[in-house]
């Protein structure tokens, strides 16, 4: 640990368009380097209810431009003044903005799931995800350290140290958790809330269904309008999800950050991709025993044919808590440690 109090820039951006998972990665770093004694900014374009949660963390909040935007380098410039270290999580941070805070003094990571950066003039690179390799980042400066797969997945303090109990068998309504990431552009919960109400009786009858929605999702009254008459139960957003997640038999779930907060709680999963990067992720978690992979949900939304799937898995014990073994040896939820660790090498 550095010797001296230090001070830690988050930047990140979120949206309805682009979900909240860059940002949620950023908070669960600054909460990890808050542990270590140092002070966290978080520089973001983002919805007021996800600068809220940060402040609640007790991260300062600077507003600034998209990272697409023209004046976005020059304010996260000024924003990092004086930091000894800077996090970026994005897919448009450029060699040139790395290379400037470098430049200024500050240890730089930058999050990068593709390895699509011309050039690295980080300090660190981290790559959390199943499919990283070294050879993604070959033309790293000499002086990258690539931090590679889920062991330096970034989590929240929550899911720090976490021991799941084992799994119980499902009571007479099996409990499915629905959780489509923090903006669910394509409404996947709504074709599954839409999909529930078209039932029959005694299906509807074997299944206790709640939803969580995330901070950038702009149907949250809509979804609750759904849910009413007690169909389901349909969550505003929380900064606790913990709980909601352990209490899941299993989780319907975009295969963005909540994944990996499920696998650590060995909640047992299906699969919905709702973005381009989630599709290949998915099957990698299934192919490895994880969770199960259902069709991407922007060609084919089968509310119906996803719960069918979820009340099987509910009623398989064997695969069921196999699954559950599986996801908790991928996440031990220490990652957002040793990322921190390393960000404040010396």
Known sequence: MSARPSSLLLRADASAEAGTGHVMRMLALGQAWQAR??????????????RARGSRMGARIVEVPAATEPAA???????ARGARAVALDGYAFGHELLAALR?????????????????????LVLNQNLHARLAMYARRAP????????????????????????????????????????????????????ALAELSVDERASL???????????????????????????????????????WADVALAAAGSTLWELCALGVPALLVPIADNQVELAREVARRGAAIA?????????????????????????????????????????????????????
């Open 37 to 50: 004694g140092g002070d966290v900014t978080l520089a973001t374009c983002a919805p007021e209810a996800l």
């Open 73 to 79: 380098d020059r304010a996260t410039l000024e924003a």
């Open 103 to 123: 430049q200024a003094g500050a240890r730089v990571l930058v999050v990068d799931d593709n390895g699509e950066n011309e050039r690295y003039a980080s300090d």
């Open 143 to 194: 002086w990258t350290q690539a931090l590679l797969g889920p062991r330096y997945t970034l989590l929240r303090s929550e899911f720090r140290g976490h021991v799941a109990p084992p799994r119980p068998a499902p009571g007479a309504r099996s409990r499915v958790l629905v959780s489509m990431g923090g903006a669910d552009p394509v409404d996947a919960t709504g074709a599954t809330l839409r």
């Open 208 to 246: 206790e269904l709640r939803a969580l929605t995330g901070a950038a999702n702009p149907r949250v009254e809509a979804l609750q309008a759904l849910a009413v008459g007690g169909l389901a139960e349909v969550l505003a957003p929380t900064d606790d999800i913990a709980p909601h997640l352990a």
């Open 294 to 346: 259902l069709p991407d949900a922007r060609t084919s939304a089968d509310g119906r044919a996803w719960l069918a799937a979820a009340a099987s898995l509910a009623r398989d014990d064997a695969r069921r808590l196999a699954i559950s073994s599986a996801a908790r040896a991928l996440v031990d939820g220490e990652g957002a440690a040793r990322v921190a660790a390393a960000l404040d090498a010396a």
